[in-house]
């Protein structure tokens, strides 16, 4: 059996849509200095920290999962979660929508479910190593809230298939 690497399809998107965000910003607050002729070296290094800040808080995080394993790579940090050893799943609402992943071994990684419905395949070998967990008694809750995104995502699926096919 093969065991590959899946990995985020819309990540580098979803990072030129931060860098793109973060160049329009700093570009903004620029040409507005320089028309109001108040364009100063101490007010460019602000309007460049304010840019990075934003980039920093809007760029994504790589997931990727491989057999028994689930990670979230952000600018700083990396995490890993062994998905054959979950313990829960939770949905955290909130401003925006995260799914925490938890295993037997302390290990936590917070992830955008959408990332699972834009990626079949990463959900796909979530859900195997979830089942597998479940099987294995490990996985005490979280069953709700996986049934949950294997609908959105079959939903999902099915509304590109008929798209693809003309059949809207």
Known sequence: ????????RRW?????????CSGVLLGMLFLIDWLTDNLTWWRGVL???????????LCPARI??????????????????????????????GVSRRLVLRDAFGDR???DPQVLVNNPDLWFRLDEDARSAAAA????????????????VERETALSVFRASGLE
């Open 47 to 57: 309007w460049v920290t304010l840019a990075l800040v934003l980039f920093m808080v």
């Open 109 to 111: 990684v917070e992830i």
């Open 1 to 8: 059996m093969e065991h590959r690497v899946l990995y985020d």
């Open 12 to 20: 580098a998107e979803d990072l030129c849509s931060s860098v793109r």
């Open 64 to 93: 990727s999962a491989g057999e028994g394993w689930l990670a979230s790579r952000r600018l700083l940090s990396t995490r890993r979660v062994r998905t054959d050893a979950l313990v829960s799943v939770r949905c955290l609402e």
């Open 137 to 152: 008694g490990t996985l005490m809750c979280g069953t709700t809230a996986l049934r949950r995104i294997a609908e959105r």
